[in-house]
């Protein structure tokens, strides 16, 4: 992947953080690819629009915002991001790793790795 490439995949994963965050459900549908695949620890989402349906109205809390730490480009091209979810009220969920699969049509795939046993007040 060359470096217009690689700055086009961050830029991606930094619109679907922003897009899930603030509700933007249409932003967060463009920048995914229309076969992305999310792996969740509780479940597999499949198809572009059964991952954002379940944004919009499946998750379990929805007044949440990502805020990561940390990204990195992947040996494939792919980004990896890690960070910590935070509800409204301030207190830390869980911390996650995201790995991203990033292709010319768009996020294609992300698998999701979490940690809650270092929840925070």
Same mark, same amino acid.
């Given at each position: 992947?060359?470096?217009?490439?690689?700055?086009?995949? @961050?830029?991606? $994963?930094?619109?679907? =953080?922003? %897009?899930? *965050?603030? !509700?933007?459900?249409? &932003?967060?549908?463009? +920048?995914? /690819?229309?076969?992305?695949?999310?792996?969740?620890?509780?479940?597999?989402?499949?198809?572009?629009?059964?991952?954002?349906?379940?944004?919009?109205?499946?998750?379990?809390?929805?007044?949440? @915002?990502?805020? $990561?730490?940390?990204? =990195?480009? %992947?040996? *494939?091209? !792919?980004?990896?991001? &890690?960070?910590?979810? +935070?509800? /409204?009220?301030?207190?830390?969920?869980?911390?996650?790793?995201?790995?991203?699969?990033?292709?010319?049509?768009?996020?294609?795939?992300?698998?999701?790795?979490?940690?809650?046993?270092?929840? @925070?007040?």
């Amino acid at each position: 992947m060359d470096s217009d490439a690689a700055a086009s995949g @961050r830029g991606l $994963v930094e619109t679907y =953080y922003d %897009a899930v *965050d603030a !509700g933007d459900y249409d &932003r967060l549908a463009s +920048v995914l /690819a229309p076969d992305v695949v999310h792996d969740r620890p509780d479940r597999t989402l499949s198809g572009r629009e059964t991952f954002v349906s379940f944004m919009r109205d499946g998750r379990p809390e929805t007044e949440t @915002r990502h805020e $990561v730490t940390a990204t =990195y480009r %992947a040996d *494939d091209g !792919g980004r990896v991001a &890690r960070g910590r979810l +935070v509800g /409204a009220d301030g207190g830390v969920r869980f911390d996650f790793v995201d790995v991203f699969d990033v292709g010319d049509d768009g996020i294609r795939r992300i698998e999701t790795f979490v940690r809650d046993d270092l929840r @925070r007040g």
